[in-house]
T-cell receptor, first 115, second 111 residues
Framework: QKEVEQDPGPLSVPEGAIVSLNCTYS??????FMWYRQYSRKGPELLMY????GNKEDGRFTAQVDKSSKYISLFIRDSQPSDSATYLC???????????????FGKGTKLTVNP | EAQVTQNPRYLITVTGKKLTVTCSQN?????MSWYRQDPGLGLRQIYY???????DKGDVPEGYKVSRKEKRNFPLILESPSPNQTSLYFC??????????FGSGTRLTVV
């Protein structure tokens, strides 16, 4: 079983739709959970960051973490054509206390929002 | 502007010719990392560093070297590049676990 699994899509939705993106993981050591957005030919950009179970909201974006189920989600409300990008989940833990970090990415879900 | 700067953006080289990709950040971040991104494989961590003179191997370190002599710089060195190292490379930095700022990428082709 891979450490982090993410459906690669592609996912195509009409403008204004609610988008749900998901990742599952197998390593219970993961402490930090992130979502990145990557536009074509660009580096990933941090969208959301959390370290606890529950929901975190930022504008049209909501990140949800369920540690008991080892499942994280990103919801995008009122999706816009400018949201068209690849979305990467990522999770990490510190290898030693105050030490180096292991960070693992999902393979990304390509999203297209159609006008 | 807070940023991670990688150079060069594009590089074509021949097998066996040593090369260095530079990475510099202006945010005084402790954590720095190198990744490669390949179709179907996603982003994979090559090396990471939590501070000056402290580096650790990631998931795919073979064929790569790094050094962290200064906090702001984290160069990636390919001593003898091979065609299977053709990839898109990203450097990233963070002041805390996980919240990384990425550079714009270096597209490397080894022929």
């Amino acid at each position: 079983q891979k450490e982090v699994e993410q459906d690669p899509g592609p996912l195509s939705v009409p403008e204004g739709a609610i988008v749900s993106l998901n990742c599952t993981y197998s390593n219970s050591a993961f402490q930090y959970f992130m979502w990145y957005r990557q536009y074509s030919r660009k580096g990933p950009e941090l969208l959301m960051y959390t370290y606890s179970s529950g929901n975190k909201e930022d504008g049209r974006f909501t990140a949800q973490v369920d540690k008991s189920s080892k499942y994280i989600s990103l919801f995008i409300r009122d999706s816009q054509p400018s949201d068209s990008a690849t979305y990467l989940c990522a999770m990490s833990f510190l290898v030693t206390q105050g030490g180096s970090e292991k960070l693992v990415f999902g393979k990304g879900t390509k999203l297209t929002v159609n006008p | 502007e807070a940023q991670v700067t990688q150079n060069p953006r594009y590089l074509i080289t021949v097998t066996g010719k040593k090369l260095t990709v530079t990475c510099s950040q202006n945010m005084n971040h402790e954590y720095m990392s190198w990744y490669r991104q390949d179709p179907g494989l996603g982003l994979r961590q090559i090396y990471y560093s939590m501070n000056v003179e402290v580096t650790d191997k990631g998931d795919v370190p073979e064929g790569y070297k790094v050094s962290r002599k200064e906090k702001r710089n984290f160069p990636l060195i390919l001593e003898s590049p091979s065609p299977n190292q053709t990839s898109l490379y990203f450097c990233a930095s963070s002041s805390m676990a996980g919240g990384y700022t990425f550079g714009s990428g270096t597209r490397l082709t080894v022929v």
